[in-house]
Nanobody
Framework: VQLQASGGGLVQAGGSLRLSCAAS????????MGWFRQTPGKQRELVAE???????LYADSVKGRFTISRDNAENTMFLQMSSLKPEDTATYYC??????????WGKGTLVTVSS
């Protein structure tokens, strides 16, 4: 299983970015895809998760500002980030968990929000 994240970059506070994560390989149809983020010295934290059923889960800090979605036909996941804040600055990682609970991670994409 391979995950390729893209879409990170530098944006001013209040701006928007859209992250994408393309998955390839065998990971089952009943899975969970999610975005996590990490800053130096801190633990990786959940940003949002979307299940193959369409159910979504968001961290309180991003509710109302970020929207997670997925295209099951293309095995791609997206994170639309709006009203970005400097504290959203982090390396963002995508993850997929297969039906047996095995997690696969992609390489991160850096998001920098300037004040």
């Amino acid at each position: 299983v391979q995950l390729q994240a893209s879409g990170g970059g530098l944006v001013q506070a209040g701006g928007s970015l859209r992250l994408s994560c393309a998955a390839s390989g065998s990971f089952g149809t009943n899975n969970a895809m999610g975005w996590f983020r990490q800053t130096p010295g801190k633990q990786r934290e959940l940003v949002a998760e979307v299940y193959s059923s369409g159910r979504t889960l968001y961290a309180d800090s991003v509710k109302g500002r970020f929207t997670i979605s997925r295209d099951n036909a293309e095995n791609t996941m997206f994170l639309q980030m709006s009203s970005l804040k400097p504290e959203d600055t982090a390396t963002y990682y995508c993850r997929i968990v297969n039906p047996t609970g095995i997690a696969y991670w992609g390489k991160g994409t850096l998001v920098t929000v300037s004040s």
